[in-house]
């Protein structure tokens, strides 16, 4: 039964109520009323008569015709005359045996002059009055004219009826109103309870509606020892597409991604949308192998091309998996280690990620690196150590990278390695990469004051590469330590590269037009391919010290190393080798046609100022190993 016909229902019921009320008062007043109309009449008619029957008796000198023709007097038939002494005695009467049963009821009351009485069934009103001049009493009987029902009909029943007509009319009319009104209260309360749990663009499931199922999943399957997977996917380049074609594209193509991972859901499993790109699955009642298989097939369905307002766009994602109860058993854990997986999945483009403990950027104790970090960076607590680059053919030390140390004041030297991941988890990425840059310009201009001028080199990250401001930013810094672009190499990792290339080419060719050189480091270990080294305006591709460690003990590796130098001289980009720390090794390189070296063999990362010193000893050493020669 809805809403409108229980509050009709209702009204009706209540207006019957009230009007079943009050017409029970009407009618108890009706019949009051009837009552008192009839006894009045009968008082005023008593005396009348008492005084006739007087002057009868007063004139005639005689009773008895008198009483004998007063025998039976009714005007209308309904009124009758019973003449009696001041004993009670009859001495004229009707001949009706039921009147005369109704006058000797009357002695009960000698004292009262008017009255009422029932008697089988009927209604008798009776009045009193005093023969003047005699011991008798006129008694006037009469059944009551009309019953109360009809006085009541007659005179409040019509004006009752059309009230009630009006009442359930207005009955009626109110329960609709308020019905209307308590629907639309129902109804802003749903759009309110709706948007508080959806997300307001696709309608799936927002983080709320997702924690609250969650918990019932993971009741459910506490249960039944059953395991379920939480999944998040992140698009990757989503903010290319509102920056080039405007957040009304990227929305339409966020409502193609949840209409696509809907529909290739079974009905027990959860889409949800967390945030601005990424979206979270509930596959329940599935193991690790099923929720691998069903993240492959929806990753494939995501990535099919999505035609929006005339554009074609190939969109990709990442996806990070945790399973219950083997990743976590509560709502947080699990949540907390699907975006872990699904960070290591951006970071390494494998596509899809199971977390493993080897993912976690965060403990305790890193969390409380991240505040320490951020000092270390606004107090000037890091510092730069410069690692020389070394040319075989000139046996000169040509350049050196710039190399990010922390020494943390109560855990000692952190490996970058470690806070750098953190910078970039937690955003602290740009604020550091503007330390790194600032602090390497300014020790180069102090190089080129003291010192020959020498290349340097300085690592930027992915991260950096989306920065809109990092040109502008390095453009600021040539200015103000007057530093020619030229003497400055900027490294970058394979996967840094390749991570939306199209951007990526723009902002290096921008970059090389103002005279950077752009080196790719770490060669061989990511996702470059020969299409990228020939369309990328790199200058220098640095060989991974993985290959070049093991080059004189694995083959394998001596040949991906000579490959790759061919490679270089073939493209005419300068190659260095990373990790050199043995005689060997220098030679094998030798041999095989590389021109730069940098390790452990020719010198450590150290300070500025030792690193100054080390050099100008290094070229005296050297020149004297030439004057020797000579």
């Known amino acids: 039964m809805n809403l409108r016909l229980k509050l009709l229902l209702i009204f009706i019921t209540a207006s019957l109520a009230a009007f079943t009320f009050f017409g029970f008062i009407a009618y108890d007043t009706a019949q009051s009323a009837n009552l008192k109309n ?5 008082a005023s008619v008593a005396p009348s008569i008492a005084d006739a029957i007087g002057d009868d008796l007063e004139k005639k000198q005689k009773w008895n015709p008198v009483l004998e023709g007063a025998d039976g007097i009714s005007t209308d038939h309904r009124l009758y005359l019973f003449v009696a002494d001041q004993h009670g005695a009859v001495i004229s009467a009707p001949d009706l045996p039921e009147l005369r049963q109704v006058f000797e009821q009357l002695h009960t009351t000698p004292d009262t002059r008017t009255g009422s009485l029932s008697h089988n069934a009927s209604l008798y009103l009776w009045a009193r009055a005093e023969v003047p001049k005699t011991n008798y009493q006129a008694v006037l009987i009469s059944p009551s004219r009309g019953s109360a029902a009809y006085t ?6 019509v004006s009752l009826i059309v009230t009630a007509m009006i009442v359930l ?8 109103y308020v019905a209307n009104l308590f629907e639309k209260v129902d109804e802003q309360k749903n759009i309110l309870r709706h948007r508080a749990l959806h997300d307001e663009l696709t309608s799936l499931p927002n983080r709320a509606l997702l924690n609250d199922r969650l918990q019932q999943i993971i009741t459910s399957a506490e249960r039944e020892s059953a395991s379920f997977a939480l999944c998040f996917i992140d698009l990757n380049r989503f903010k290319e597409v509102n920056d080039t074609l405007g957040h009304h594209c990227g929305d339409e193509l966020l409502l193609e991604v949840s209409r696509r991972l809907q529909n290739n859901l079974r009905k027990s499993d959860t889409v949800a949308r967390i945030g601005g790109d990424e ?12 929720a691998k298989v069903i993240a492959e097939k929806l990753m494939q369905c995501v990535e099919l091309p999505v035609e929006i307002h005339g554009h074609k766009l190939h969109v990709t994602g990442s996806l ?5 109860p083997d990743h976590g058993a509560d709502v947080e854990t699990l949540l ?16 899809i990620e199971t977390y493993r403990h080897e993912f976690e950027v965060f403990s305790r104790d890193k969390l409380a690196l991240t505040n320490d970090l951020h000092d270390a960076i ?7 150590y410069y690692q020389p680059k070394y040319h075989l053919a000139t046996k000169t030390v040509v350049g050196a990278e710039a190399l990010l140390r922390w020494k943390h004041p109560s855990v000692g030297y952190i490996p970058p390695a470690t806070f750098v991941q953190i910078a970039e988890h937690t955003g602290l990425i740009r604020s550091l990469t503007k330390w790194v840059l600032q602090q390497a310009f300014c020790d180069y201009a102090h190089i080129a004051k003291h010192a020959q001028p020498l290349n340097m080199a300085i690592n930027l990250s992915a991260h950096n590469l989306q920065d809109p401001d990092l040109e502008a930013e390095l453009a600021a810094l040539l200015e103000q330590w007057k530093v020619c ?3 400055i190499t900027l490294e970058l990792t394979e996967s840094a590269v390749v991570f939306n290339p199209a951007q990526t080419k723009q902002l290096l060719t921008r970059l090389t037009t103002r005279g950077f050189r752009i080196s790719v480091d770490d060669f061989g270990t990511g996702y470059s391919t020969l299409t990228n080294l020939r369309r990328l305006p790199i200058s220098e591709i640095k060989i991974d010290r993985s290959f070049v460690d093991n080059m004189v003990r694995d083959p394998g590796d001596a040949s991906i190393v000579r490959a790759t130098i061919g490679l270089g001289k073939a493209l005419g980009l300068d190659v260095v080798a990373e990790g050199v720390e043995t005689q060997e090794v220098l030679d094998a390189l030798q041999a095989a046609g590389c021109e730069t070296i940098q390790g452990y063999f020719i010198g450590k990362p150290m300070p500025l100022a030792t690193f100054l010193v080390w050099r100008d000893t290094f070229n005296n050493k050297i020149s004297e190993q030439h004057s020797q020669r000579a």
């Open 336 to 351: 907390q280690k699907a975006d872990v997986a699904m960070y290591a999945a951006k970071r390494s483009g494998t596509q």
């Open 320 to 324: 990070g998996i945790a399973l219950f």
């Open 279 to 290: 979206f979270a699955l509930v596959l329940c009642r599935v193991d690790l192998a099923e």
């Open 378 to 384: 606004h107090n000037n607590q890091l510092e730069l």
């Open 485 to 487: 672009a030229q003497h």
């Open 152 to 157: 009541f009909f007659r005179e409040m029943g």
């Open 38 to 42: 009839e006894l009045d009449l009968l």
């Open 169 to 176: 009319w207005f009955a009626s009319w109110g329960a609709m």
